[in-house]
């Protein structure tokens, strides 16, 4: 005789289970995908979402089990769902309480590229009325660390931050000598072509622990010709200086970001290729942004968003396939959402955060003094739209920029738990709401969600990336590792 009684001795009564609030969404032919506010997923079957609503799930069966181990369903009075629930969601949004962590400074707007698809419209390398002055640098900082984040990251922009290198150092021993008293944990990013670095610039990245963020569009004609300089070498300078900086910084001190131009499109194995080449663990497919020259030059409008998706869903199952043959490289954008998919973590990415990152995640001192909410903000300045100018680093105080009602109003307006469409979407706990694009394209913070490229394309990326999971275990073991990397 068992020592045990049978399941359904445990079980409670056929209809006393109680539903917690969840959303749910067609998800193919044969499936509906259900979710719940901290993320949790399962995909069932029409005639088992008629009964779990119905509340007349067989309480033996596996979905009844998964249905509680995810807090889709509790038991009358249970009181741990909730909690867990409650612990989950604070979690998850525990970034909030620590406030703005990036800080951008564009300390000059003057460049050595011309790239068509440039999103701020860069000057030339002589006019240094584009440089941010001392002046404006000290006042951004004196914002920065009235920031109560525990962690503050200085990033250096431009046009070529490197051109204002002098500023840079100002800016990065000043903020170390303040950090002595602040006790931050302070991290600083330089964000360039490499086309100018020299061992002055790398000793002086060495000394202060600088991170660089560089740019690699893919082999050398596309990068080429994405990236036009006088002597057509802006590929060879790339290389050139990313050897120069490994051999200096260490390899994990240096990564890449490329964009998606119409000659990208039929490339995704080559671009891949070159990064694997190169020696770089992952990309990021990004499609191009629709601000500043990308727009001038109808850039942005060169491929649509079907066209692009195509692009990222090849590149996604050429790298799934390269790490079955035991290369290990992952695809960025895919790692940040497959975080929120499968962890109780956020990935504090800007562009997929509510409410919004902008100003509360992240923030830009524009070289003129002006503070925008975002580094698209700036890029919609430039274009004309101030929507998101918060104010002037030189006039405003602190409480003046952080609590102007052009940040609060986009802030309150974006909420994707209380926008219309995004409300009832399975997909919200994964998306954001990026007011910044949507105004740009909609003129208003919400946008139109049926019509917004924005929502064709994270929802058709999260939809991918879930169908990949549920039809291959490799796949999901594979996504569980970029999620928790
Ligand atoms: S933007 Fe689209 S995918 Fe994202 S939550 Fe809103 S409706 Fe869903």
């Given amino acids: 005789m068992s020592k045990f009684k049978g399941l ?12 917690l609030p969840f959303k749910f969404d067609r998800f193919n ?66 970034r909030l309480s620590q406030f703005t962590n990036l800080h951008i400074f564009v300390v000059t707007l003057r460049c050595d590229h011309s790239c068509p698809y440039c999103q701020v419209s860069r000057q030339s390398e002589d006019k240094s009325s584009f ?4 002046d404006m640098a000290d006042k951004s900082l004196d914002f920065v660390f009235r920031s109560p984040s525990p962690a503050i990251k200085i990033e250096f922009q431009g046009g070529e931050p490197l051109l204002n290198f002098e500023l840079i150092k100002y800016i990065v021993e000043s903020a170390e000598s303040r950090n002595r008293v602040a006790a931050r944990d302070l991290a600083f990013v330089i964000a360039t072509t490499l086309s100018l670095i020299n061992d002055e610039i790398l000793d002086f990245c060495k000394l202060h622990k600088i991170q660089i963020s560089t740019s ?20 060879q300078r790339f290389v050139a200086g990313l050897e120069k900086a490994r051999a200096r910084l ?19 194995k080559e671009i891949i290729d070159e990064y ?47 790490n079955r043959n035991g290369v290990e490289f992952s695809e960025y954008y895919s790692s940040l959402i497959l975080k929120k998919i499968l962890s109780a973590q956020e990935s504090g990415y800007v562009d997929l955060m509510s409410p919004a990152g902008i100003g509360i995640a992240a923030i830009v001192f524009n070289y003129d003094g002006k503070v925008y909410a975002s580094d698209e903000s700036r890029m919609l300045a430039e274009m004309g739209d101030r929507t998101f100018e918060l104010g002037n680093i030189l006039s405003d105080s602190y409480e003046d920029i952080i609590l102007s009602d052009k940040l609060l109003d986009a802030l309150e307006e974006s909420f994707t738990l209380s926008a219309p469409m995004c409300s009832e979407c399975a997909f919200e706990p994964y998306c954001g709401s990026e ?29 991918h990336l879930i169908s990949l999971m549920e039809s291959s275990s490799d796949t999901k073991k594979l996504f569980l590792g970029w999620a928790n990397r």
């Fill in 8 to 19: 359904e001795s445990y079980a409670a009564e056929d209809s006393a289970y109680e539903l």
């Fill in 29 to 94: 032919d044969e499936s509906y995908i259900i979710t719940n506010i901290v993320g949790e997923y399962l995909l069932i079957e029409h005639e088992d979402l008629e009964a779990l609503v119905h509340r007349k799930l067989d309480v033996t069966s596996r979905l009844y089990c998964q249905l509680r181990s995810k807090h889709f369903i509790r038991l009358p009075k249970e009181k741990s769902p909730i909690e867990l629930l409650a612990l989950k969601l604070r979690t998850k949004l525990s």
């Fill in 131 to 134: 440089d941010m002055t001392r």
């Fill in 216 to 235: 690699l569009d893919g082999p050398e004609a596309l990068h080429n010709s994405n990236r036009p300089k006088p002597n057509k070498d802006s590929h």
């Fill in 250 to 268: 260490g390899y994990d001190q240096i990564s890449a970001l490329m964009t998606t131009t119409e000659l990208s499109l039929d490339k995704v």
């Fill in 276 to 322: 694997l080449r190169l020696g770089f663990k992952g990309v990021f497919l990004r499609p191009l942004s629709p601000y500043g020259f990308a727009i001038k030059t109808k850039r942005f409008m060169a491929y649509n968003t079907e066209r692009w998706l195509q692009f990222y869903k090849s590149g996604l199952d050429y790298i799934i396939e390269l």
């Fill in 435 to 463: 007011p910044v694009y949507h105004h740009a394209i909609h003129k208003d913070f919400l946008g139109r969600k049926p019509e917004s490229e924005f929502c064709k394309k994270n929802m058709s990326i999260f939809k």
